[in-house]
């Protein structure tokens, strides 16, 4: 199944909430929530004036695979499943299975969500990136299991707490966060 086709299967079978993973070549995964209506959110490039904009064109056609990483800054960003910038030979797919826990009520997630989107942070491959992001949102802790030599399935209190006090500093309840 090429990739365009994996695109429709995610939008006609995915519902809110949803793990969303695009797989690539080398082995690594960038993450993404799914929201509604064929829309994902995840970490994407920040804003970005003409010059960097330029920078990171010319670093995403040298390295293709991470160029959006060395910039190092991302931004919560809602947009079509098809449009999130993928390598060649990407896959797509849904992934709830990846993580040992029970995904938070729709409406919780929902509420980390509204509150996170357009937020820009500063990318840090191993302690603050979108699988960190993904999995807060539907499970109110920020946890990376595709770093080798971590353990799986631990939390990034640091990544958690940083998501929680912009959840909390926009009058969400942290009872969402247990």
């Known amino acids: 199944m090429d990739y ?14 949803d793990l969303i993973e695009f797989s690539y070549p080398i082995g690594y995964s960038h993450w993404g929530v799914y929201v509604d209506d064929g829309h994902v959110i995840h970490f994407a490039p920040a804003d970005e004036g003409r010059l960097l904009k330029n920078v990171r064109t010319y670093l995403q056609t040298v390295l293709p695979v991470c160029g959006d990483l060395l910039i190092g800054e991302t931004k919560v ?32 997630m929902k509420q980390r969500c509204d509150a996170i989107i357009d937020e820009e942070f500063p990318y ?9 992001f993904a999995t807060f949102v539907r499970y109110g802790k920020a946890v990376c299991n595709q770093i080798p030599g971590r353990p799986k399935n631990k ?18 309840h942290r009872d969402l966060f247990k």
Do not use: W, Y
Not at 4 to 17: D, H, L, P, S
Not at 124 to 132: D, I, P, S, Y
């Open 4 to 17: 365009q086709e994996q695109v429709g299967e995610i939008v006609a079978n995915a519902t809110f909430g």
């Open 155 to 172: 939390e990034c209190e640091t990544a958690t707490h940083i998501f929680q006090d912009i959840v909390t500093s926009k009058g969400i």
């Open 77 to 108: 960003r809602r947009m079509p499943v098809a449009k999130v910038t993928v390598p060649d030979g990407a896959h797509v797919s849904i992934s709830n299975n990846r993580h040992a826990f029970r995904p938070s009520a729709p409406d919780d």
């Open 124 to 132: 840090q491959l191993f302690t603050f990136n979108c699988e960190h």
